[in-house]
């Protein structure tokens, strides 16, 4: 079985999780509007914009597509110029309030660059096996089925097996504490996976599992999800990488603040922002007119909502601007 991020947490210990998330903001840290910028180097440009190898995009999957099924819809996209897949976000988005936003993405193959766009979405509803384990604390009874490394399953079922057990820890990133969560976190059994050639379903050989001191229940559910459905299409941008450059550049960058004429308040907003320390702005709410008039240059005003409106804390991110002779990313980030 590979070794999961969960593994790679257990090895590392509280002192590594600790210092891994040393420089992380919680809700707790900031005041209820957050206005945060880091500066933008776009003479080279790579991920999250240009992939080189887009293989490496994950699915919105606990178990990741395979290399051969992503490279597989990649010849088709360049062939034809289009394709239809399900859940693999090969144009990246950004999280915008309560929704999200496609980020400019951009390809590379035999030296020509393309730009890479959504022409349509749709969502489908599926019926799908999920696996899940639930951690139980009293050991199982005797005469019932455990299961313990290593497992005599096959590489598919080696793969939901180890998702499963790492998404007990994906409530709190796997650091500290033990995560609590209001429903099982189960393990789809999507259209790259063989439902029909798997042991774990519909009945897993075992009742329980036994991992690193723990005992895990094995649970099957037939469930109805929601199935996100893009189709993609390429336009060629550029032959050399200086083409590629200058036209992704005005591609991510989506306004010159220094050309709309901003108060000397909101400038105070935005340098506060792109200073070095803390490099971010804060307020509490309601939002002054300073900050008002900072987030409608920024583009992000007109899709805020008051903030008795949020339940849940919720970010506009990426937004790439040019100010004050460099370029910036700025995100606001909103807690009720």
């Known amino acids: ?53 887009p293989t490496v995009i994950d699915a919105t999957t606990r178990v ?65 096996w999920h696996f899940a384990v639930d951690r139980v604390d009293e050991t199982p009874p005797d005469g019932a089925a455990v299961a313990e490394p290593p497992f005599d399953l096959s590489e598919q079922d080696e793969r939901v097996l180890d998702a499963a057990l790492d998404a007990v820890y994906a409530g709190n990133d796997g650091f500290l504490g033990d995560p609590e969560f209001d429903e099982l976190q189960t393990v789809e059994f999507h259209h790259g996976l063989d439902a029909d050639a798997s042991a774990l379903v519909p009945s897993p050989p075992f009742e329980f599992v036994e991992y690193s001191d723990e005992f895990f229940r094995a649970v099957t559910e037939r469930r109805t999800v929601d199935v996100p459905e893009w189709t993609y299409a390429i336009d060629e941008i550029a032959a050399s990488p200086g083409g590629f450059t200058e036209y992704a550049r005005d591609a991510i960058v989506e306004r010159d603040l220094d050309a709309v004429g901003l108060s000397d308040g909101a ?48 970010d506009f991110r990426n937004v790439v601007v040019e100010y004050r002779d460099g370029v910036y990313r700025f995100d606001l980030i909103v807690t009720p």
Request: hydrophobic residues 35%; negative net charge.
């Open 64 to 128: 990741d597509f395979t290399t051969e099924a992503k490279t597989a819809f990649l010849s088709e996209l360049f062939e034809t110029g289009t394709v239809t897949v399900r859940q693999w976000p090969l144009v990246g988005r950004d999280q915008w309030g309560t929704e999200t936003r496609p980020r400019p993405t951009f390809l590379e193959r035999d030296g020509t660059f393309y730009e890479v766009r959504i022409t349509d979405e749709r969502v489908l509803e599926r019926e799908r």
């Open 1 to 53: 079985m590979p070794c999961s991020r969960r593994r790679a947490l257990q090895l590392l210990g509280v002192a590594g999780a600790t210092a891994a998330t040393a420089g992380c903001l919680s809700p707790a840290d900031l005041d209820a509007y957050a206005l945060i910028a880091d500066e933008l180097d776009l003479s080279s440009i790579g991920p999250p914009y240009l992939w080189p190898d």
């Open 267 to 314: 400038r105070g907003v935005l340098d506060d922002a792109i200073a070095e320390d803390p490099r971010r702005y804060e307020e509490g709410a309601p939002p002054s007119a300073n900050l008002d008039e900072a987030l409608d240059a920024l583009g992000i005003a007109e899709d805020l909502e008051p903030i008795e409106s949020y339940d849940d804390r919720v």
